[in-house]
């Protein structure tokens, strides 16, 4: 660590640099030609888009093809349809629903390798969690259908412990599973980045002053990693928020969630203008979900 | 901090239960590819190469492949250099509006993939640019543009806050000090956000689904033939495709954390000697 005193200096000198006075427009030159094209691609393909998408759900459709327009017609069609507010309550259920259990199930985890792993170990399990994030989610939900198949791996498995089969596939279990497989790597690096941080001082201290196991990872290590840990569960909510992979191939399409309706409406006749309705109202929810989450982990603690 | 063998014993194969959950997937598709029966199930059937053999032989995988590795150098090239510039700005400058800046650097990946595709779909058929590989691209480097920023960024925070200074004092012009102090010590991270940019757009498949039009890419193949039956080529195909990608983030950390070490250590000893 360098003390800021040095970035300090650093500046100073910057300013003071016999150059800089003498190469303004070539200095220009230089920041413009660097920090541009990043700025340029993402506005062109990246804002436009987005903007684009909200400018059509005020456009109409005729014979398949896109009409600029000012109509509410699409946002009515959308919103007066049952099964979008279904797929919107079981969605939004099912994002936080997941995010909690998942952050559950992953904290044990991270407190281990955080707490109780050393050097290599800790890097290794690091480059284990790092490693499935790069791995085809679809090949890996593909997988999860042959294992739960119904004679699959896993009822194989209980048949020969002698133990009664288990419907997972086409039901609300496969598609959590599905979730916790996109989630479950992620939600524990993101908590674990933060454990690894906490202050092991304050957990020495909380020790010694007579707090118990649990009562120190309550009181000192959660409210030291609040940030990672919500961060981690936000991640989980728009991620699982978004996905057709797990409800369809797991869950076996019994029930639509928005992204589901998203594909429906796009593939049946070009209605992207109604697809564009969901789309947005995703968009503002994750928007609203994400500023109170932040807002939640980055408030002042009472 | 007080210990209790039992405790951390019981933690140690909690940890242990949640990667294989995590591998259960990755493993069982390296099995099942092996295995000769259709359907997939225990006990194993015979070990056999028929799935590859499938793969082999089929010309319209072959092109998917194409199309994947065009896909995958050109994003991870294109998306490398714009990673660069947006943390080497990040680095470098202050300046009115850096939070937005950076939040339009840094958010795609938080973008659900259905929205991305959609609205891609909706701009890029706009422009004439949609359903062929280049939209594919294009999308493409939105999403993966963020990843490479990410590491290089954290790359140049480990830089020393006066040695870009002290070339330009030492008379370098600030190109020069890009090239010859900036460059070989990104270089590690460099290397590691082309491979990271090229894995995650060997995998992506939602965006890639909804622009690539005819060019279908291997992940989008993959989701076709999963609308249409249990076929077990898939676990082939996933097999090479976890291959490839699991070889390109292993070689993306080998380069971050040995390379890593060395390089800086040898140039922060040039720049000692000079």
Redesign the interface.
């Known amino acids: 660590m360098?003390s800021p005193g040095?970035?300090a200096?650093?500046r100073k000198?910057?300013r003071k640099?016999p150059?800089a006075g003498h190469?303004v427009p070539?200095?220009r030159l230089?920041?413009f030609s660097?920090?541009?094209?990043?700025?340029v691609?993402?506005?062109l393909?990246?804002?436009?888009?987005?903007v684009?998408?909200l400018v059509?759900t005020f456009w109409s459709v005729e014979f398949f093809r896109?009409k600029p327009d000012f109509t509410f017609a699409n946002w009515a069609f959308i919103y007066t349809r049952g099964y979008f507010y279904d797929a919107y309550a079981l969605t939004f259920g099912m994002a936080i629903f997941t995010a909690i259990v998942i952050s559950a199930?992953?904290f044990?985890?991270a407190?281990?390798?955080a707490?109780?792993?050393r050097g290599s170990a800790r890097?290794f399990?690091l480059?284990?969690?790092?490693?499935?994030f790069?791995?085809?989610?679809?090949?890996?939900?593909?997988?999860?259908?042959?294992?739960l198949a119904d004679?699959?791996?896993v009822n194989?498995?209980l048949k020969w412990l002698s133990l009664p089969p288990v419907a997972m596939l086409n039901t609300l279990g496969g598609t959590l599973i599905g979730y916790?497989?996109l989630c479950?790597?992620l939600v524990?690096l993101l908590q674990l980045l933060s454990l690894i941080y906490v202050d092991?001082n304050l957990?020495?201290a909380s020790?010694n002053l007579g707090c118990g196991?649990l009562g120190t990872i309550w009181h000192v290590i959660i409210p030291s990693a609040r940030i990672g840990i919500m961060i981690a569960a936000l991640?989980c909510f728009?991620?699982t928020?978004?996905?057709?992979v797990s409800p369809l191939?797991l869950g076996g399409g019994l029930r639509t969630v928005l992204?589901t309706v998203?594909?429906d409406t796009?593939k049946s006749g070009q209605q992207?203008p109604q697809?564009?309705v969901v789309?947005v109202t995703?968009?503002i929810t994750?928007l609203a979900v994400?500023l109170a989450a932040i807002w939640f982990a980055y408030r002042r603690p009472k | 901090m007080n210990e209790n063998r039992w405790i951390n014993l019981t933690l140690y194969c909690y940890a242990f239960g949640i990667f294989v959950f995590i591998f259960t997937p990755i493993a069982a598709s390296f099995v099942f590819s092996f295995n000769a029966d259709r359907f997939p199930t225990l006990p194993l059937g015979d070990f056999s190469f028929q799935w590859y053999r499938d793969i082999i032989s089929d010309a319209d995988i072959w092109l998917a492949f194409g199309n994947s590795a065009k896909v995958g150098f050109t994003v991870a090239v294109v998306s490398t250099v714009l990673g660069f510039c947006a943390a080497y700005t990040d680095h470098r400058y202050r300046f009115f509006g850096k939070s937005v800046y950076l939040t339009l650097a840094l958010l795609p990946p938080t973008i659900p993939v259905v929205i991305m595709g959609l609205a891609m779909l909706a701009f890029l058929s706009r422009v004439s640019l949609s359903g062929n590989i280049q939209a594919v691209m294009i999308s493409h480097i939105v999403m993966c543009a963020p990843f490479a920023m990410a590491v290089i960024r954290m790359r140049l925070a480990l830089m020393p806050a006066d040695m870009e200074a002290a070339a330009w004092n030492l008379g370098a012009s600030q190109w020069r000090a890009l090239w010859h102090v900036i460059l070989p010590f990104s270089l590690p991270s460099i290397g590691a956000a082309l491979f990271v940019t090229m894995a995650v757009s060997f995998d992506e498949y939602a965006v890639a689904w909804f622009v690539s039009g005819l060019d279908p890419t291997v992940p989008v193949s993959i989701l076709t033939t999963l609308q249409g039956r249990v076929s077990p080529t898939i676990n082939a195909i996933g097999s090479i495709v976890f291959t490839v990608t699991i070889m390109l983030v292993v070689l993306a950390q080998i380069l971050l954390l040995r390379h890593g070490k060395n390089k800086t250590r040898k140039i922060l000893a040039t720049a000692k000697g000079e």
Do not use: N
Not at chain 1, 241 to 244: L, N, Q, R, S, W
């Open positions: 360098r040095a970035a200096d650093v000198l910057r640099s150059r190469f070539k200095q230089y920041a660097l920090s541009l094209p990043p700025l691609w993402q506005l393909f990246l804002v436009f888009p987005v684009f998408l059509i896109l199930i992953a044990p985890c407190y281990a390798i707490f109780k792993f890097q399990a480059l284990l969690l790092i490693i499935p790069f791995t085809s989610y679809l090949v890996r939900v593909y997988a999860w259908q042959v294992v004679s699959g791996v194989m498995l916790a497989t479950l790597p524990t092991r957990v020495e020790h196991r991640f728009i991620l928020f978004g996905d057709f191939y992204s998203i594909i796009v992207w697809a564009a789309a995703m968009v994750l994400a």
